[in-house]
Every structure is written in C-alpha cells, then in structure tokens.
C-alpha cells in the first residue's frame, strides 16, 4: 500500500496544474497518434474525459459522476483480441469472470456474480427471470463481440435508475450505430479474419455503413467456429487440474460455433429528433459445459443451441417542450436455450435431460431530462415482462416423464425513477435519486411442473445520495450512498430439479424474501492532461443475500439436497485504485488495484464467493502505424475461506496467487488494411481463475487481418 501511494502523490505533483482537456481527437504528430482515450493540446498527447451513458442514463463525462466507471473502448477491443467478451473485464479494477471456454463468462462486481449484475445492450436489459441466477446467469457471448462498439462498467448499486439485478454493477453493451450528419451519400465497409492457436479457432466478420444527410444505417455480420481449447501441458499432471484434462493438456467439450447479424437505421426527425430502430441475431451451436470428456466421464453437458433475437424502436425529441431531452424506446427479445444433461455415475443410477428453455420479453423505457437553474433533473418509467416456457424429456432409473424444473410462467416489472443533479456551489456538486419498483411473479396452469404453483408480488424503494467535490481544478473529492434491492426472479422461486454439477438436486423454495443493500463510497478522482484516475473505498451492507445451502443428503437416492435461502446479513468491503500515465508522445503506462472481502454476518464466517485482491500493469507504445503492448496480472492468494463449506482443501484447489502476461502488437497500413497479433498467457501459467475450477489456456497465439475501405 505504501508503494500505491507513493505512486499517486508522485502522479499529482509532477503532472503539475493542467486540467485535462476534452477535446476532438485530432490526427496527431508523427512520432504517435492518439488513441481512443487520448486526443492533442498544444501538440502534446493529453487524456480526455470518456463520455458515458450508463452512469446517469444520460451522456455524461466520467469524470463528473460519483459513481466508479471504466470504459473499454473500440480501440479496446480491436487491440486485445479477447476470445469472449468476458475476457475484457479480467484487468478491470473489482471485476472477475466466472465460467471457462469461449462462450460461458460470467462478470462478477465487486465479489457479486450473474443475477446482482445487470447486463445491458444498448441500455436495454439482456438479463431475464430464467438465465440470471447465482448458478447460471445471463451470458455476455450472446452478443457478438465483433458488433460491439464501447462497453461500460459500472461498479457498485445502480438500483435508481435500473431497479433490480443492478446490486453489484452494470455492464453496458454499446453496439456499433450508423453515422448521422453527412451531407452527400456515402458507403464504408471493412472485413476482418481472426485466428487463435489455443483452440484452432477462427472468427470473420463483415461491416457494412452508410450515410446520406440526416439519415444512416449499418449491416454487421459474424462466424465464429472454437474447437477444445488446450491448457499448459502440466495440467494433465496435477492433482486437481488432471481430472478436467486430457493426456496432452486440451479441456474436452470446451467449443462452440456461433454465427450473427446486427444492423441499425437512424434519421433526424424536425429540429434535433432522432428516430432509430435496430436489430440484432446470434445463433450459437453445440456449446460445451469444458472439463468432462462425454465419452469417458460419464457426463455429457452441452448447449446444443442457444439463439438470441432482438428488435429495438426509439425516439429522442432533443431540446423541445421545455426538456432537454424525452426519450421513447421498446424492445422485443427473444432467447432460446437447448440444455442436455446425460450423468451417468453408475449402471444403477443415471439422470438424461433434454431442456429447450424459451424466453420472450417485452420491455419499454419513457424518459425525460429537464435542466432549470442549478437542477439537473432525469425522469422515467421503466417496464418490461418475462415470458417463460420449458419442454424437457427425462429419462431416470425410475422411468421417464416430461417433468420441467421451471414452469410456464410470467415475471412483470414496472418501475419509476427521478434524480436529480444538483450544482450548489461553484465546487460543489450534489445528487439525489429515488427508485419505486413493484414486481409480479405467476406461474400458469402446466401439468409438467413438480413444484408448488405460486402467485407472488413484491415491491420497494431504492435511493442514493452523492456528492462531488472540487478540492482542484485537477481533482474531486467523490461520497456515495445507495440503497440496492433485487427481488428473486422466477428461477430462484420456481427451480426444482438436477443441476450441472453431478450429484446434486435443487429443492423449490417459493418463499425467498428480496435481497435489499445499502452501500457506502468514499474517494477521489484526478484528471490531469498526463495522469488519470483514482482511488475508491467501499462498504456494502447486504440483507438477506440469496445463496443456495446444504440440506443434507437424500437416503433414497443418494443426491446431494440443495435449495435457494437467503443469509440474514452480510457485508463486502473493498479499495480500487486506478491511475493511467502518458509518459511522453510514444509511451503510456495503465496500473489499478483491487481487493475485496466478505463476511456472512450470521455465521462469523468469510463468503465463500469473494474473489482475491488483483493488480494490473500494462505498458503501452504508439508510433503513427503502429503500436505495441505489454500487460501483467496478478492475482493474489484467497486466504479467507469458510472452513466447512469449501468444496476443496486451499492445497488441492487452489484460489488465485497466479500470474499472467500478454504481448500484443499491430501495424496499419495506408490502404486500410491491418495487421494485429496477440501472446497470451506469455509464461504458460498454469491456473483457474478465482470462480472457476478447469485451468484456463496456456500460451498462445490469437492473430488478425482487417480490412476497411
């Protein structure tokens, strides 16, 4: 900790009093271009403030929120070459992944997983009353990465404006958008192919845009194919690792193909309206549950499809009306889900499922910004319904039936917010927000259900009040509180049945109370044209947080009884610290901190699902055509464990206290072509990540051509 602020005060008083400029990125000198997050002053490369969205539901500087937001830009995203989405978020301050293989990645916030983080796409939900559970949870692989334009990260309760799922965080995918504003008719295309070594995959995909004045639109498409990915050969020789792996290191069922099509229209509607529509598709087959062999396990766990559709209409008036802006949005999602679950521990027991899970939601948003005096305010209303409708085939020693876990049902939610922004001095800045949200839960008539038919409501308040300080021109002091709520969805309420990890059964418990919090930041922000970023302390007070517990064993069959019970209290407790440094036209360094722990208040004992503290360095060189990175993580050792409920001895499986390292280079050509190559895993670590228990690939080689003209 020493180390970490000797580096801050050295960032404050060397970079001197210059206030970090938000300005145009312009072309730049020849000894470096800027990037994304860079633009020129003087004609010196400076960092500009990112412009977010998902903070305050509205375009927002990220420096001018209390709240803590990182930003993985396009350039991000083209530069690191990540396999799954997922893999963006393992160097971001306080996020983890739960989940192996190219599609399954689950973001974890701040020690809180799957249903407590709301997953958006396009600031519409991705989350629903079937995926977002502690045990499955909504996956980010149904958007396909090379569609993906900005990705926001917000850490911490956003329950204000997002209602419930938002406890942990918020995750905003930004999808790429036609341009507006050409004043003739124009056409750009671009083309890319990439390959990766670690599991012999290839992805393409293909960009189309348009543009003529006050109108544009987009086409994106996309194939990938993942075979079984390979871990260090050392895996096959370790007492925990060698159970998930084959002779030669590769992790079986561990692939996928998936293939999408995203596109978009946008037009200037009167003065300053815009009206937009877009759609979105993904098709995803035959992925692997990774680390069990069908053919010599006994266990075969696969998705053999998992589909995405998605149509979204929207309307933004502008400046009318005495708002500055209202904002009208709908959307129509739908996901379909084939699980197969064949566990064959002996010839005397044995449990085969076949599950098509199908999920319809309708959702609408209605929102209005006004601005009078010192008052900022943002208004809305928030809806949408779940649809939910299971077919599955059993077959059991017992005999076979067409029993579902979940049955047919609907989950409604309506909610109402107001915030509002308030500038009470020239240095201070103060936010106040309130949240009501009521939601229904009813199962319909299905004969194919075991459990108990239920018909449930519930309802509550979220708020949060926060304040920012200019202690500096160059830096804010930061203060939150926000109080958090999620009400269990169907799956919680509804679930009975097996579930992937063999041995185990899932009683219902159709009684769960909501899961409220109240959490507490404290910080600082500093934006100087060298240096960037920040220190933050939390505290988080949990309420009868949903977990599952142990209910013994079933004498009659011999499975492990489980169910969903909440915890009475808990808390989580943490420190980020982020600070990015441009040390001169070609040279930039990015560093950040984390560490969080949690305690079940009920038994004395830590959580068990608390990742270990995490530190990032990354050096970075830009020349005009190209550019070359290096990036570490280390991942400390998790010493706080429950000592009755770790699935496995610390020595036998082991939580954190590895290290990773990543090479990466490109060069662009005039003609638009482009050439990009990334090193992963530069020391072939072997190791899981916090979450998981099959051990990630090892080194390998992941490279790509693009084309844009």
Not at 636 to 663: H, W
Request: hydrophobic share 35%; aromatic share 12%.
């Amino acid at each position: 900790m020493k180390f970490l602020g000797s580096l801050f005060l050295a960032a404050i008083f060397l970079s001197g009093p210059q206030l970090m400029a938000a300005e145009k990125i312009q072309t730049g000198d020849a000894s470096g271009s800027p990037t994304d997050q860079e633009t020129t002053k003087d004609g010196k490369k400076v960092f500009k403030d990112q412009v977010v969205v998902t903070a305050t539901r509205q375009e927002q500087e990220s420096s001018t929120t209390p709240a803590a937001v990182s930003v993985i830009t396009a350039e991000d995203i083209r530069e690191r070459q990540p396999e799954k989405m997922a893999d963006l978020f393992k160097e971001l301050p306080s996020v983890d992944v739960q989940g192996e293989g190219p599609f399954r990645g689950l973001p974890v916030i701040r020690g809180l997983s799957s249903n407590r983080v709301l997953i958006l796409v396009d600031g519409e939900r991705l989350n629903n009353a079937r995926e977002s559970t502690l045990f499955a949870g909504i996956q980010p692989g149904l958007v396909d990465l090379s569609e993906v334009d900005r990705i926001e990260v917000l850490r911490g309760p956003a329950s204000v404006l997002y209602g419930s799922d938002a406890m942990g965080g918020v995750i905003n995918i930004i999808t790429k958008k036609p341009d507006l504003g050409a004043e003739t008719f124009s056409m750009h295309h671009s083309f890319g192919y990439e390959y990766g070594s670690a599991a012999d995959s290839s992805s393409a995909h293909a960009d189309i845009r348009g543009a003529g004045k006050g109108y544009g639109f987009n086409l994106s498409l996309g194939y990938e194919t993942v075979g079984d990915y390979k871990a260090p050969s050392d895996a096959a020789r370790s007492p925990y690792f060698s159970q998930y792996v084959l002779p030669d290191g590769t992790v079986p069922n561990s692939g996928m193909d998936q293939k999408s099509a995203q596109g978009g229209f946008r037009m200037l509607t009167g003065g300053a309206g815009v009206f937009r529509t877009s759609f979105e598709v993904v098709r995803t087959d035959d992925i692997g549950f990774p680390g069990f062999d069908p053919e010599t396990s006994g266990v075969d766990i696969s998705f053999p499809r998992f589909d995405r559709d998605k149509i979204s209409l929207g309307w933004d008036s502008g400046p009318q009306w005495g708002l500055a802006n209202l904002s009208l949005s709908a959307y129509w999602q739908h996901v379909v889900k084939e699980s197969k679950m064949f566990i064959d521990p002996s010839p005397y027991f044995y449990i085969h499922t076949l599950t098509n899970s199908d999920v319809t939601t309708l959702g609408f948003n209605a929102q209005a910004i006004r601005k009078t005096g010192a008052h900022h305010l943002t208004m809305g209303m928030d809806a949408y319904r779940d649809e939910l409708e299971d077919d599955t085939l059993n077959d059991f020693p017992w005999g076979p039936d067409t029993n579902v876990s979940v049955p047919k049902s609907h989950q409604d939610a309506l909610g109402f917010y107001l915030q509002d922004e308030i500038q009470a001095s020239e240095r201070l800045r103060l936010m106040a927000g309130l949240r009501w949200d009521t939601f229904s839960f009813k199962s319909d008539n299905d004969p194919d259900y075991v459990g108990e038919p239920f018909d449930v409501t519930d309802s509550d308040f979220s708020g949060n009040l926060g304040m920012m300080y200019s202690l500096t021109k160059a830096v804010e002091l930061t203060a939150l509180i926000g109080r958090g709520f999620r009400a269990p969805n169907i799956q919680e309420r509804a679930f009975t049945g097996s579930v992937s990890e063999p041995g185990y059964w899932v009683v219902q418990n159709p009684d769960l109370s909501s899961e409220s919090s109240t959490n507490y930041e404290i910080g600082f922000k500093f934006r100087y044209d060298r240096y960037y970023g920040g220190l933050n302390f939390f505290y988080n007070d949990i309420s009868d947080l949903i977990t599952f517990v142990d209910l013994g064993q079933d004498p009659d069959s011999g499975l492990n009884l489980i169910a969903y019970d909440n915890i009475d209290e808990a808390t989580m407790k943490g420190i980020e610290f982020e600070l990015d440094t441009i040390l001169n036209a070609r040279w930039s360094l990015i560093s950040n901190f984390s560490y969080t722990e949690g305690d079940n208040d009920t038994t004395g004992e830590p959580l068990d699902f608390v990742p270990p503290w995490k530190a990032v360095l990354g050096l970075h060189f830009q020349a005009q055509s190209w550019w070359a990175e290096a990036t570490w993580r280390y991942v400390g050792k998790q010493t706080r464990l429950p000592s009755d409920e770790n699935i496995a001895s610390p020595a036998d499986a082991p939580v954190g206290d590895f290290t990773t390292a990543d090479l990466r280079a490109g060069y662009s050509f005039d003609n638009g072509i482009s050439l990009r190559a990334t090193l992963s895993n530069l020391f072939d670590e072997l190791y899981a990540e916090p979450y998981n228990l099959r051990p990630e690939a090892g080194r390998s080689l992941r490279a790509s051509i693009g084309y844009s003209f």
